[in-house]
């Protein structure tokens, strides 16, 4: 058939498909003889589909890595204090699927606030964001009411509203932090308005919601024994001077990478060398006061080591994933020192 239908300047339709030139884009079908047109906005779609993907994971997952080990470390540290006590690992399930059900349910919800650095835009992002909250609000709701039935663990209520002050109290300070980034900083004549500082605002924010994170070793150690006695707080205590100290000396390593020399670093990280020293006299009074094992202090010597270190260590580049990699490393030597301890004082 081909042969026998030619066009207008005698040509086939074949021949002249191959013999002209095709515009950038164009695709033939050599089956059925069609040229067609690759769509020129595939590749932006597809970039933007990406970006709407990344924007949507970023509004419901927790972006603060760090706080998954905050908030499990403890758990772990409770768990395994309390399993040479008793075995009731069913409710510590259902705490732990309570607490990880509730930890995740923040982020979304302070999209959906706007109490966070990420916040809902569209219409769309606002349902997405609902439809998170009422699943994860609806799992932790099924593993609470487990874990309470019939009056069970009745003193999960007011550590639940411990920790609920402790989340909503950070919340209202980072709105204040907020708040207080907007107005530049007063200058003086001459000089560029800066931007004000909320450093501090950040740090007590991340301390405060340490509180509420390292509440569940208290928790899992209750659930497990059925006491909250004093070994459940001074896990507790133990736990909030780790996570705490933790935290700050990451936020220094940060915000002093390119400072070198004992004095400078010093004069920059006082404060984190004040609580390494605070931390140590609170350690020695509970052990002293036999609210602590004494040989529980052995689990915080690496962590000790390694913040007084840093001051008189050689200046080496920073490298943001090999400093994650190392405060797992620590929180896994305080979480197995930390058990340990416990056990063999008893």
């Known amino acids: 058939m081909a042969s026998q239908v030619q066009s207008s300047t005698g040509v086939s339709p074949a021949v002249a498909g191959a013999s002209r030139p095709r515009p950038a884009g164009e695709r033939r079908d050599v089956a059925c003889n069609v040229s067609t047109y690759d769509a020129p906005d595939a590749a932006p779609e597809s970039a933007l589909d990406k970006a709407r993907r990344e924007r949507r994971r970023a509004l419901i997952l927790p972006r603060e890595h760090g706080a998954w080990g905050l908030l499990l470390v403890p758990m772990v540290t409770g768990a395994g204090v309390a399993f040479?006590?008793?075995?009731?690992?069913?409710?510590?399930?259902?705490?732990?699927?309570?607490?990880?059900?509730?930890?995740?349910?923040?982020?979304?919800?302070?999209?959906?606030?706007?109490?966070?650095?990420?916040?809902?835009?569209?219409?769309?992002?606002?349902?997405?964001?609902?439809?998170?909250?009422?699943?994860?609000?609806?799992?932790?709701?099924?593993?609470?009411?487990?874990?309470?039935?019939?009056?069970?663990?009745?003193?999960?209520?007011?550590?639940?509203?411990?920790?609920?002050?402790?989340?909503?109290?950070?919340?209202?300070?980072?709105?204040i932090g907020t708040m207080w980034r907007r107005p530049p900083r007063p200058s003086r004549e001459g000089e560029a308005e800066r931007p004000r500082s909320t450093y501090s605002l950040r740090m007590l924010s991340e301390m405060v919601g340490t509180i509420g994170l390292t509440a569940s070793a208290p928790a899992a150690y209750y659930v497990i024994t059925g006491e909250f006695n004093a070994t459940a707080w001074m896990l507790w205590l133990a736990n909030i001077l780790f996570a705490g100290d933790q935290i700050h000396y990451v936020q220094l390593r940060i915000h002093t990478a390119k400072i070198q020399g004992f004095r400078a670093k010093l004069a920059q990280g006082w404060g984190f060398a004040l609580g390494q020293a605070l931390m140590t006299a609170i350690i020695t009074l509970a052990c002293l006061a036999r609210l602590m094992p004494p040989i529980a202090s052995l689990a915080f010597a690496p962590l000790l080591f390694r913040g007084w270190f840093y001051f008189v260590q050689e200046p080496t580049p920073l490298v943001v994933r090999r400093l994650g990699w190392s405060e797992l490393k620590h929180a896994t030597a305080f979480c197995v020192l930390l058990i340990a301890t416990f056990i063999l004082a008893r």
């Open 84 to 175: 040479h006590q008793a075995s009731h690992i069913f409710p510590l399930i259902l705490l732990l699927t309570a607490a990880l059900a509730l930890f995740w349910l923040r982020t979304p919800l302070e999209s959906l606030l706007g109490t966070s650095a990420m916040r809902a835009q569209t219409l769309e992002e606002s349902h997405t964001l609902r439809s998170a909250i009422v699943l994860l609000a609806g799992i932790s709701a099924v593993a609470l009411a487990a874990l309470l039935w019939a009056g069970r663990n009745a003193d999960l209520w007011p550590l639940g509203a411990a920790v609920a002050a402790a989340f909503i109290a950070q919340a209202v300070i980072r709105k």
